[in-house]
């Protein structure tokens, strides 16, 4: 079902907009991975972050599953460096989605770009439902989010989960 694109190196895309791409981390990205996701200031509404090299080097580099939920690399397509990262996780007739952008490239339009290819992406695969869960007080997060057109749902342990309004 999912198309497989690869660069001209050879490694997998998982998907690309204008000025970046989107691929499986490799060891060269877990430093400045490192950098932003344990900066706990900018990483206070995430979830995933204060882990060593070691731990992330585990659960980034091995192979990504969409069904166990996998982190993707966010790949400058100017200077070929990490800016950020993506999560997304399938689960039946629904993709859930994440996003972080390294705090060097916030308010540049990283997030949307980025967010609303990955929703393009999805929309490839077929027919799913895309959520999001982002922490109450993640006001950044919660306007890019209707900026994409998703609508609230609910709010579950804490989050409020928001689904992409589909006509």
Partial sequence: MFKEQR???GTKLIFHSKRCYVRPFVDDDLDDFLLYRNNLEWMKFQGFKGLSREEYQEILLK???????AQFAIISKAKQHLIGDVFIKKEDD???IGYTVNPSFKRQGYAY???NSMIIWIKQQGEFKIKAGVE??????????????FIKLNEENGELIYSLHQD
């Fill in 94 to 96: 629904t993709f859930w």
């Fill in 113 to 115: 770009e980025i967010a």
């Fill in 136 to 149: 109450t007080k993640n006001v950044p997060s919660i306007r890019l989010l209707e900026k994409l057109g």
């Fill in 7 to 9: 660069l001209n190196d």
């Fill in 63 to 69: 192979e990504p599953s969409l069904e166990n939920g």
